[in-house]
């Protein structure tokens, strides 16, 4: 869609979204004074949500530097979430300045400032936004933005980056990914995260329950997943080494502290079809 054709409408205002909340853990800005207040009850409850956030979305932009660096020069990144600084587009076009990305989200606060920017940067010849919703693959995978934008005979870097947690598994989150899978020409790759609980520490695993709990009164319930539970999305793909890992442990620009509490609360891999 081009900026022109999008039409801005009514937010809910009185319920947090999964985007809002990220958006406010990574930046501190609140979009509605309810954001607020839900995301200071998260950071009293589970301290370490900031840092986790963090750490994925660093995850994010070293997988895509990688795809860059691999030849990757076409992305789908489903679940952008709220622009933010060194958003997928920005992270690969200052390596190589003729990538295309197309954004998905469900939330049209995510919709609409990404929309904003991109006119902003007069960016919309080479990215674009689209509402579209994960649980409904064939809406992405044939949105004019996404033929327009992307080539399927040639590689794709698809990012799911913590998207997963909410799609609960009555919704067939593994059929979905494999409806995005198989429309992946190869030499393409995958770069997911999820959050997960199993192999935290006792007390920060009280804490995710309380998060998890709190997170139902969002617009976006959260599921947690295990390992097997998460290695189970790269069913048809090979792991990039390091393979599944904890966000800050994949590829890794800096020393990383294994005492972080928040450390082993994000998986992360990158997958590769052959
Ligand atoms: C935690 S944020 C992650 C943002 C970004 N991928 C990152 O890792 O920095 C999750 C995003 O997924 C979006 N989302 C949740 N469910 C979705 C769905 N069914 N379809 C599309 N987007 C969805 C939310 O609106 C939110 O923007």
Request: hydrophobic share 40%.
């Amino acid at each position: 869609m081009s900026n022109d054709a999008f039409e801005s409408r009514e937010i809910d205002a009185t319920r947090p979204s999964a985007a809002r909340m990220y958006h406010y853990y990574l930046t501190g800005e609140a979009i509605f004074d309810v954001d607020r207040v839900f995301g200071e009850r998260i950071f009293q409850i589970a301290p370490n949500t900031g840092v986790t956030a963090h750490h994925n979305r660093e995850f994010l932009q070293r997988a895509t530097k990688f795809l860059v660096g691999q030849g990757i020069r076409q992305f789908l990144d489903i679940g952008s979430g709220l622009p933010t600084a060194g958003n997928t587009h920005e992270v690969a076009t200052t390596l190589e300045p003729t990538t295309r990305v197309v954004y998905v989200d469900s939330d049209l606060e995510a919709v609409t400032r990404a929309h904003e920017m991109l006119a902003e940067q007069n960016a919309h010849d080479r990215v674009a936004i689209i509402e579209a919703d994960l649980r409904k693959p064939d809406a992405i995978l044939d949105h004019a933005d996404t033929r327009r934008l992307l080539d399927f005979d040639a590689p794709i870097g698809l990012l799911i980056v913590s998207v997963w947690p909410f799609i609960p598994d009555a919704e067939s989150p593994l059929e979905l990914m494999g409806r995005l899978r198989d429309a992946l020409p190869s030499g393409s790759y995958v770069v997911m995260s999820h959050v997960t609980l199993s192999e935290a520490a006792p007390e920060v695993i009280e804490q995710a329950v309380n998060f998890r709990e709190l997170y139902q009164q969002t617009s976006d319930p959260v599921t947690m997943r295990d390992r097997d539970g998460f290695t189970a999305f790269f069913d048809g793909f090979e792991l990039v080494e390091p393979g599944i890992v904890y966000a800050p442990d994949w590829r890794p620009e800096g020393p990383v502290d294994e005492q972080d509490p928040g450390r082993p609360c994000n998986f992360a891999a990158v997958g590769y079809k052959k």
